[in-house]
């Protein structure tokens, strides 16, 4: 069945540790977005990317990179992590059509603890 | 902030009885969506409203918008256990590939 994947589900890093998350998709869609969700609050979106091009957050701290190498897969870099990144960490694609009424799909997402 | 606002922020029913949230957003948008997202889980889209449209219907799930008051209704009918979950709107960004997602819904069903 056609996805989105993250890896790993759950993840366990070192204050200060760079630490990468992965997110695959086998649906071909052309823009990928990663977001970070804390506990009961929304997705908060640190940046997306149409087909290589690049858009961040305004708010997304420094900290925070992003790679996508081609179309099926984009990385989540966090440079070093602190205490206030452990979060749900989602990836979303979707297809923009003409009429721009295109959905999300979203990966299982990845928790992060920092410790 | 753009963020849409949704109430209330958590409900709790009995199983059988029907669910209402509520969701507004602040600017013009082409289509509002749904999403249900379980306790440590991803997003999952439910159903997508254009914004032509007044009402639709999905399963036991019903939508409706209002454009003129910038609002959205999310219906689920003769809840489940399973409906236990939190529901979010979401609306795209004008000129833009992003979504503003509203504040969240969180509704437990009582078996």
């Known amino acids: 069945d056609a996805m989105v994947i993250q890896n790993p589900r759950y993840q366990v890093t070192q204050f200060g540790k760079p630490v990468t998350l992965s997110c695959s998709q086998t649906l071909n869609h052309n823009v990928m977005y990663w977001y970070q969700q804390k506990s009961s609050q929304a997705p908060k979106l640190l940046f997306h990317y149409y087909d290589k091009d690049f858009n961040n957050e305004a708010d997304t701290p420094d900290n925070f990179q992003s790679r996508r190498p081609n179309t099926s897969f984009c990385f989540l870099d966090i440079r070093s992590p602190g205490l206030g990144d452990a979060a749900m960490y989602l990836c979303?694609?979707?297809?923009?059509?003409?009429?721009?009424?295109?959905?999300?799909?979203f990966g299982p997402g990845t928790r992060l603890l920092v410790l | 902030s753009q963020q849409g606002e949704e109430d209330p922020q958590a409900l709790s029913i009995q199983e059988g009885e029907n669910a209402t949230m509520n969701c507004s957003y602040k600017t013009s948008i082409n289509n509002l969506q749904w999403y249900r997202q379980n306790s440590g889980r991803g997003l999952v889209h439910l159903i997508l409203?254009?914004?032509?449209?007044r009402e639709k219907h999905s399963g036991r799930l019903r939508v409706t918008l209002d454009t003129s008051k910038k609002s959205s209704s999310l219906l689920i009918t003769a809840s489940r256990a399973a409906d236990t979950a939190s529901y979010f709107c979401a609306t795209p960004s004008s000129g833009t590939y992003k979504y503003i997602f509203g504040t969240g819904t969180r509704l437990k069903v009582l078996a």
């Open positions: 979303a694609t979707s297809s923009l059509n003409r009429d721009r009424q295109e959905t999300q799909y």
């Open positions: 409203i254009r914004s032509n449209e």
